[in-house]
């Protein structure tokens, strides 16, 4: 079965940090590149960080640039997005996804359910 299960969200204060977790299974997760989107209520969903496979070139939304930091543990088969500075801004529902082809855009295959990020003023 292929499945992707994101873990570690939760409410944070304004400046705090939280890590979210991505953990793969039924496939190898390096061999795809693996992306961090975020989604608030009735706003479209956004691209937050990505890393590609291969090269593992990471890349990054401008709006977290300098505060959000991807990275894996491929002997885990697990993607992580490590967020500091946080903003009521980044507030959201927080998925992460696998792209086969191996690049950070165009269509992504597999989806994780999200876990909610909460940032208080």
């Known amino acids: 079965e292929v499945q992707l299960v994101e873990s570690g969200g939760g409410l944070v204060q304004a400046g705090g940090s939280l890590t979210l977790s991505c953990a793969a299974s039924?496939?190898?997760?390096?061999?795809?590149?693996r992306g961090w989107f975020r989604q608030a209520p009735g706003k479209e969903r956004e691209g937050v960080a990505c890393?590609?496979?291969?090269?593992?070139?990471?890349y990054y939304a401008n709006s977290v640039k300098g505060r959000f930091t991807i990275s894996s543990d491929n002997a885990k088969n697990t993607v992580y997005l490590q967020m500091t500075s946080l903003k009521p801004d980044d507030t959201a529902a927080y998925y992460c996804?696998?792209?086969?082809?191996?690049?950070?855009?165009?269509?992504?295959?597999?989806w994780g359910q999200g876990t909610q990020v909460t940032v208080s003023s």
């Open positions: 890393i590609t496979s291969g090269d593992g070139i990471s």
């Open positions: 996804a696998a792209n086969y082809m191996g690049s950070c855009s165009g269509g992504y295959d597999y």
């Open positions: 039924g496939f190898t997760f390096d061999d795809y590149a």
